[in-house]
């Protein structure tokens, strides 16, 4: 049986159009983009959930490829020269770099669509509505009320000091909203818990996407590109306000420690106390990359 890295490479392999076929530059940069780096936490978090709920794999495969389009898509976009502007990417140039930047334009609004067709060509959910559910939920976290709406928050922030607060309601949309929904999409996948615990995983995944954000800023202060992959100090440089420019990096590195105790204290409450998700939760606070 493949472990849970091997299904998602898997799975992401299968979904992509083969390179050769047309239109090929295309194809290359979309699969260029999603395989072979990236650390697949937000596909992780889906089979965590998913397992809880005792949900078939070949569902959470589904799922799981899903979010990570929607995630490689906001990274290809991200880096272009009118957002970002980043040469670098998960160790390599960025799409743009090594292709142009129409061509990363389109591989973020191909693997965009790709995502919502993983979500609607095979059943993934016993109930015909729960699924319509789940392709709604994908796409309000990615919208102008999730992900997109973060990332328009982020790009007027510039040059700004933001209070914590107000840095909690862009990452809770940035960067929250698709960590979320990766976690209540991968549940929705089966039936095994009842509403009371998608509510605590909910409250789990909240607190993750936060820590996970806290976590995001500690490691673009004092960690080096070769460690992370991608361009190290942007924020200080780009003048971003972050968790770090707003609390010192000490009580950062604290805040996501509670943010990740939080988290564990919600799954106290769910099947085997959350099973996987525990490790995912410390993996995301103690990763180094
Ligand atoms: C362009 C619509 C649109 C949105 C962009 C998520 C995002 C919004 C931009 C990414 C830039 C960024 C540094 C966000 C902060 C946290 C984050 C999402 C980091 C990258 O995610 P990881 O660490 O990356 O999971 P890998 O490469 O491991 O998948």
């Known amino acids: 049986m493949l472990g849970r890295q091997d299904r998602i490479e898997k799975a992401l392999h299968a979904a992509l159009p083969a390179p050769e076929i047309a239109p090929a530059r295309l194809h290359s940069a979309m699969r260029y983009a999603v395989l072979g780096g ?26 799981a490829a899903a979010v990570e389009m929607i995630h490689v898509y906001s990274l290809v976009h991200d880096d272009l020269p009118a957002m970002d ?3 670098l990417r998960r160790g390599k ?9 129409a061509t990363a334009l389109l591989v973020g609004d191909s693997l965009q669509s790709l995502a919502f067709q993983m979500l609607s060509e095979k059943r993934l959910a016993d109930d ?3 699924q319509v559910e789940m392709v709604e939920l994908l796409a309000r976290a990615s919208g102008s009320r999730g992900m997109a709406g973060g990332q328009a928050i982020d790009l007027e922030s510039t040059a700004k ?3 914590v607060p107000e840095l909690e309601f862009m990452h809770i949309h940035k960067t929250g909203a698709l960590i979320r929904a990766s976690v209540a999409l991968g549940a929705r996948c089966g039936n095994a818990l009842s509403d009371a615990q998608l509510s605590q995983l909910d409250h789990f995944s909240k607190f993750i996407g936060l820590a996970f954000q806290v976590v995001d800023d500690v490691l673009d ?9 991608k361009t190290a100090g942007k924020d200080a440089r780009n003048n971003k306000p972050t ?7 000490e009580r950062a590195r604290g805040l996501a420690v509670e943010l990740r105790d939080d988290a564990l204290r919600a799954l106290d409450s769910l099947p085997e106390h959350g099973g996987r998700l525990r490790q995912l939760a410390d993996f995301i606070v103690l990763r180094k990359f």
């Open 38 to 63: 990236g650390k697949r936490v937000r596909p992780l978090l889906a089979y965590g959930a998913g397992e809880l709920a005792r949900a078939q794999s070949e569902r959470i495969d589904c799922v």
């Open 85 to 87: 502007d980043d040469i």
């Open 93 to 101: 140039p960025t799409v743009h770099v090594e292709f142009d930047e």
């Open 128 to 130: 015909a509505r729960r």
């Open 161 to 163: 000091t933001l209070a």
């Open 221 to 229: 202060a004092d960690s080096s590109t070769a460690t992370l992959g």
């Open 243 to 249: 968790y770090v420019s707003a609390l010192g990096i």
